[in-house]
């Protein structure tokens, strides 16, 4: 079993920064890719970053470009995201996943980021 540990969020004026973590234990193996997703109020989740196991090669939203910024770090096992110049509309619940070669995804626990003055 694999459990995923999110820290980091919270408020932020708009054009600040803020750096998302997320923590992975357990049966850590054999997995494809890191993400982070968000999901703002009636909107559906989507994928702002993507690091893949082999390699770290990346892949972000256009809508991030750019402003953020996605890494790991294999010896913690964790992966973070660094968000610079946020905007109001980056203002959503973020969440990790770890995407398993089956296909088989986990997700972190959420945590909110709002961007407001």
């Known amino acids: 079993q694999v459990q995923l540990v999110q820290s980091g969020g919270g408020l932020v004026q708009p054009g600040g920064s803020l750096r998302l973590s997320c923590a992975a234990s357990g049966s850590i193996f054999s997995f494809y890719a890191l993400g982070w997703y968000r999901q703002a109020p009636g909107k559906q989740r989507e994928l702002v970053a993507q690091i893949t196991s082999a390699g770290g090669a990346t892949n972000y939203a256009d809508s991030v470009k750019g402003r953020f910024t996605i890494s790991r770090d294999n010896a913690k096992n964790t992966v973070y995201l660094q968000m610079n110049s946020l905007k109001a509309e980056d203002t959503a619940v973020y969440y990790c996943?770890?995407?398993?070669?089956?296909?088989?995804?986990?997700w972190g626990q959420g945590t909110q980021v709002t961007v407001s003055s």
């Open positions: 996943r770890l995407s398993r070669l089956d296909n088989y995804h986990y």
